[in-house]
């Protein structure tokens, strides 16, 4: 069984800078796409960015775009965000995901990591 797991989540001040990994373990991923959400509370779950796996396409919501760069080590199974200029706004939990789509919905991707926390104060 194949999961995924985020780490690299934290309280910081806006203006920051932080690392998110996401590694998957048990088997191959046996997908062709990972990506970010995240999920403010009593909102819904949002995309951020994906990756193609193999061929390194990626794709960002607008208000990441220019602070926030996916990235992956193949050889490590890891998919990673750099997130800089964090913003209030972008606290939430994020997520890790895997899917075999190019797509922002959340309903295409079939494999989920529990997430991990980040909180930026003013």
């Known amino acids: 069984q194949v999961q995924l797991a985020e780490s690299g989540g934290g309280l910081v001040q806006a203006g920051a800078s932080l690392w998110l990994s996401c590694r998957f373990s048990?088997?191959?991923?046996?997908?062709?796409?990972m990506g970010w959400f995240r999920q403010a509370p009593g909102k819904e779950r949002e995309f951020v960015a994906s990756?193609?796996?193999?061929?390194?396409?990626?794709d960002y919501t607008g208000s990441v775009k220019g602070r926030f760069t996916i990235s992956k080590v193949n050889a490590e199974n890891t998919m990673y965000l750099r997130m800089v200029d964090l913003k209030p706004e972008d606290t939430a939990v994020y997520y890790c995901?895997?899917?075999?789509?190019?797509?922002?919905?959340?309903?295409?991707?079939?494999?989920w990591g529990r997430g991990t926390q980040v909180t930026v104060s003013s």
């Open positions: 990756i193609h796996w193999i061929g390194g396409i990626a």
């Open positions: 048990g088997g191959n991923l046996n997908k062709n796409f």
């Open positions: 995901a895997a899917g075999d789509r190019r797509t922002t919905n959340p309903r295409n991707y079939d494999l």
